[in-house]
């Protein structure tokens, strides 16, 4: 050991953040720092390593948020136009999402028979774990789902509460999502593209005349899944 020398270091920390991404590469470094100063203090290694070691650089936002604030989800229920059916339906998915942490598969899946209504219950499935789920329903998803269901019933055969609004009349697959506008409103960048800070951003900021409704839509791109590009 007493041999190693600065470049032996660099040469593994290159090798290692070929595999580590950088927030573990800072772990890697913080040990391999750790182990040098031992070994210097034991005299087995040249004094000074450790601090020819630099350490990759994480930026504050730079990864997706783990949730969004709570106020910030209230603005984009209230951009929601709740007069119309799509807007019922949608307004009723996302305050199912952000009340009770579900996913986007698990709302499109919730059936007539999976809402207790007279118990105040909501039985959901869940994907991840193959396992039922019973939740307490709240008064205002309550509402939402009487809004949403007396305006648009599901016609038979279908259950499912959520469905397409547009022809063909269907359920929704939980493993695509929906497409953007043709006429982006807070952005220009592909939805897919856009980064957590814009799009808090774009939730916050004031729409323009005439824009409210394509907005709520454009952000439900990031939650609600549709089986074909042509379906809102």
Known sequence: ??????GNIESYIAKAGRRLSRASLQHDIAALRGFLRFLTMDGRAPAGLDRQIDTPRLYRLEQLPRALPWETVRTLLRSMDTASPMGLRDYAMFLLIATYGLRASEVVAINLEDIHWRQGILRIHQRKT????ELPLTNEVLSALVKHLKR??????????????RAPMGVSAPGRTHRPPRQPIAHSAPLNEVRPQSLCAALTAKPRPGTKIAHAHALAGFLVPVTTRRDQ
Do not use: E, G, K
């Not at 050991?1 to 600065?6: E, L, P, S, T, V």
């Not at 193959?130 to 789920?133: D, G, I, R, V």
């Not at 016609?155 to 509460?161: C, G, L, N």
């Open 1 to 6: 050991m007493r041999c190693i020398r600065a």
């Open 130 to 133: 193959s396992s039922p789920l």
């Open 152 to 165: 648009t019933p599901p016609p038979a055969p279908y259950r499912r509460v959520f469905l397409r609004m």
